[in-house]
């Protein structure tokens, strides 16, 4: 059962990335000066659906198989160990925000002015901020419930049935460790709610020609670690 879930959920990644890739495709063929307001639109929707699609489908495999999510092997060790609950920190978006505002200064500096995230309101910036506050905030009370679980490994029922026969398998064993998996599926699931309620957040307050810009960066992030995590795993294993 756990092969074919993994075998499962590989595909459901491998589908993701490809989805990924094509909405790239698609975000940076937008020329921003040509394109309409409705079509930029219509871009940050379909990429917020998409990825509200992912989510869904994640929501099921937690249900099948919470720890392979929260270590899975279809990322490598380099991206698995900036993995945040199985995924993203929900303040990346925010600190994308920042990056990609810093990187494009110079440009609106020299007076190429595209609505871009180089041209943030003071408004805007205020609406970040406090955004930024308030899922640090809730990022921080996620991290002590993945705390406590780890923790309560040591605790009642699984230290006592280890003490009392190390490593052998019962019913009694299955059950606690199947309790242990529906909190970490109820974690990841309300962890994954966080990171799109942030994304509709963060798209709210952009424009729509900055929220193609913030996706453009997103995308290519996500994707750019997973090859550079996998071409790292090729050099080191020879």
Request: proline share 3%; net charge negative.
């Amino acid at each position: 059962m756990a092969s074919s879930n993994h075998s499962n959920f590989c595909c459901a990644f491998r589908n993701w990335m490809a989805q990924q890739q094509q909405d790239l495709d698609e975000l940076v063929a937008a020329d921003p000066t040509a394109t309409s307001q409705e079509e930029l639109e219509h871009l940050r929707d379909k990429c917020i659906k998409h990825f509200k699609e992912y989510s869904e489908r994640r929501a099921a495999m937690a249900r099948q198989d919470a720890p392979c999510l929260l270590s899975p092997p279809w990322c490598s060790a380099f991206e698995t160990a900036f993995m945040w609950v199985g995924g993203c920190r929900p303040s990346l978006f925010i600190r994308l925000i920042y990056c990609v505002c810093g990187s494009e200064l110079d440009g609106f500096l020299r007076g190429e002015r595209r609505g871009n995230l180089a041209e943030l309101s003071a408004r805007q910036l205020e609406m970040i901020n406090d955004l930024q506050c308030k899922t640090v905030k809730e990022e921080d009370q996620f991290s002590t419930r993945i705390a406590s679980l780890q923790e309560e490994i040591a605790d009642e029922p699984l230290a006592t049935m280890a003490k009392r026969s190390v490593g052998e398998w019962s019913g009694e064993v299955e059950a606690a460790m199947a309790a242990h998996e529906a909190a970490m599926a109820e974690v990841i699931c309300e962890a994954d709610k966080l990171r799109m309620e942030t994304l509709k957040e963060v798209m709210r307050i952009l424009s729509p020609v900055q929220a193609v810009d913030l996706l453009i960066a997103a995308k290519q992030l996500h994707i750019s670690m997973h090859c550079w995590g996998s071409r790292r795993e090729e050099q080191t294993s020879t």
